[in-house]
């Protein structure tokens, strides 16, 4: 209790004051000290362009994507709380030529943060310099790719194709950053895992007359937008018309009847010709291949997936099956794929079927445009066309060679 009071109680009007002018001489050397700081990643602002001029790199707020270092000289204890984001450089371009070296002093640093002032916290920056030139302004139209979707379909839709498969976006900008997205142009990829099962079964909830198996997803505005990190940080809005018809199709994965016999072909290779020609070797009947007025033919019922009714209505009678005929030592188990005869004719058919559907439906979009989706959308079919059992398996055929035959047998035929 002694030892308290002698250090607190005595004198201690003294020990007050001793202690105040302790904490005033702390605050006068603390707020006089000078220091120097290197402070990296200092946005520049360029302002007073002419209106037909603009810096490549240059961001709408007239931020430019190049940054600066400066080495700053004041008050220890602002500059020990100073940051880049705090500052800025705003540089003037009044009356200045094309290309110009920007002497930076003290009088282009400008403080975001209101509660510093820079005028009484900074005495001198060393000199740095940094090179603008201008360029003309001008406005274009860059082409856009709309790639192949990534991600996976939902469960019961299989993905068709898109379209349009190219729009244009309109940008400003100095003229050789713009001549370069021109020439090289953009891409713009979707994701099909961001379109929900629940979206597509609400869209075949009320179809149109014949088209139960054909899905258009129109694609929504938030996704029709593009970066151009070289014109802005925020992504462009594509302002192309043609955007307002972007979609995404999908078929639906249920069966479809085929409804109609298949003849079965072999070809013969010249090479093989001397021991593998129609003479040598026949295509067996059985009870999967029949012959039918001197054709050889599957009459079995099969079913296809991957296409639209109004597609195999067109084509089911100018399908066959052909079997490549090979050699033992080339292949034990021939190959065979499904072809379409004379697909120009059948593809020509389908445009003209489907623009005479259509109407105007599409009366927004150029006609020659609608006819090169719909020559796509048919060669799409074409390509996703499989043949399937009535028990939903892809048909699996063994075929070989026998004696004088070439054998086809159904591995998974009910």
């Known amino acids: 209790m002694a030892l308290w009071k002698q250090l607190f109680i005595e004198n201690w009007q003294r020990k007050l004051i001793s202690l105040l002018l302790a904490i005033v001489i702390w605050m006068i050397v603390n707020f006089s000290m000078s220091a120097t700081k290197i402070l990296s990643n200092i946005p520049v602002r360029v302002v007073n362009l002419p209106p037909e001029k603009t810096i490549e790199?240059?961001?709408t707020n007239g931020i430019l994507n190049r940054k600066i270092s400066l080495s700053l000289t004041g008050n220890k204890a602002v500059l020990d709380e100073l940051t880049n984001k705090d500052l800025e450089v705003v540089l003037d371009a009044a009356g200045k030529p094309n290309e110009w070296i920007a002497n930076i002093t003290k009088k282009h640093l400008t403080c975001i943060n209101h509660s510093i002032d820079l005028n009484k916290a900074l005495t001198k920056i060393a000199p740095a310099e940094m090179i603008i030139k201008q360029s003309k302004l001008i406005t274009d139209k860059i082409p856009i790719l709309i790639t192949q979707p990534i991600g996976e379909a939902p469960k019961g839709y299989q993905f068709l194709d898109l379209w349009p498969y190219q729009v244009s976006l309109t940008v400003t900008g100095p003229e050789e950053a713009v001549k370069r997205l021109k020439m090289k142009g953009l891409k713009l990829t979707f994701n099909l895992n961001d379109?929900?099962?629940?979206?597509?079964?609400?869209?075949?909830?009320?179809?149109?007359?014949?088209?139960?198996?054909?899905?258009?997803?129109?694609v929504p505005n938030s996704w029709k937008k593009v970066s151009v990190p070289l014109l802005s940080e925020s992504p462009f809005e594509i302002d192309d018309p043609q955007a307002k018809a972007l979609r995404i199709d999908f078929s639906r994965q249920d069966l479809i009847a085929l409804g109609h016999p298949i003849p079965v072909t072999v070809y013969f290779p010249p090479?093989?010709?001397?021991?593998?020609?129609?003479?040598?070797?026949?295509?067996?009947?059985?009870?999967?291949?029949?012959?039918?007025?001197?054709?050889?033919?599957?009459?079995?019922?099969?079913?296809v997936q991957g296409v639209s009714r109004r597609f195999l209505e067109i084509v089911k009678d100018r399908i066959q099956i052909v079997i490549i005929a090979l050699p033992k030592s080339e292949r034990e188990a021939l190959l065979w794929n499904t072809q379409f005869m004379y697909p120009h004719d059948l593809e020509d058919r389908y445009v003209a079927?489907?623009?005479?559907?259509?109407?105007?439906?599409?009366?927004d979009v150029l006609p020659h445009l609608r006819e090169d989706f719909l020559r796509n959308r048919f060669r799409s079919y074409m390509n996703h066309f499989r043949l399937y059992t009535p028990n939903h398996k892809k048909l699996s055929l063994k075929i070989e060679l026998q004696a004088d035959t070439i054998s086809v047998t159904p591995l998974n035929y009910p």
């Open 57 to 59: 790199g240059m961001q």
């Open 195 to 218: 379109i929900s099962k629940a979206e597509l079964d609400a869209l075949t909830a009320t179809p149109k007359e014949g088209a139960a198996d054909e899905i258009s997803f129109f």
């Open 271 to 303: 090479k093989y010709s001397a021991t593998l020609n129609p003479e040598t070797y026949a295509l067996a009947t059985n009870d999967f291949i029949v012959k039918k007025n001197g054709i050889k033919m599957i009459t079995a019922p099969l079913c």
């Open 353 to 363: 079927k489907m623009m005479l559907e259509q109407g105007d439906e599409s009366s």
